[in-house]
């Protein structure tokens, strides 16, 4: 079992920049990915970032590559997404997920938190 809590949403402005935290408790060590992902308003849940546990491999959508970064903080079992140069389009509330080595899909999912970038 883990424990997915995510935390730093809120309001800004377009253009600006907000970092999200994802930080994983419980059985961390079957972890093998961790990502973000984001849902608006009437929309399906889209894929926006992924980081492997272990190492520095990671996965970018489109849609959001060269403007957020993902990181991790293995001391902490904190999972990061800076976001920058955030738009309207980015409004969403975001939720960090893991997967663990045995599973191709996402297991544990946090509680989302609310990002608003306002125009």
């Known amino acids: 079992q883990v424990q997915l809590v995510e935390s730093g949403g809120g309001l800004v402005e377009a253009g600006g920049s907000l970092r999200l935290s994802c930080a994983a408790s419980?059985?961390?060590?079957?972890?093998?990915?961790v990502g973000w992902f984001r849902q608006a308003p009437g929309k399906e849940r889209e894929f926006v970032a992924a980081?492997?546990?272990?190492?520095?491999?990671?996965y970018y959508s489109p849609s959001v590559k060269g403007r957020f970064t993902i990181s991790r903080d293995n001391a902490k079992n904190t999972v990061y997404l800076e976001m920058n140069s955030l738009s309207p389009e980015d409004t969403a509330v975001y939720y960090c997920?893991?997967?663990?080595?045995?599973?191709?899909?996402?297991?544990?999912w946090g509680q989302g938190t609310q990002v608003t970038v306002s125009s």
């Open positions: 997920a893991g997967r663990i080595i045995t599973t191709t899909e996402y297991d544990y």
């Open positions: 419980g059985r961390t060590f079957t972890l093998y990915r």
């Open positions: 980081i492997n546990w272990s190492g520095s491999t990671s």
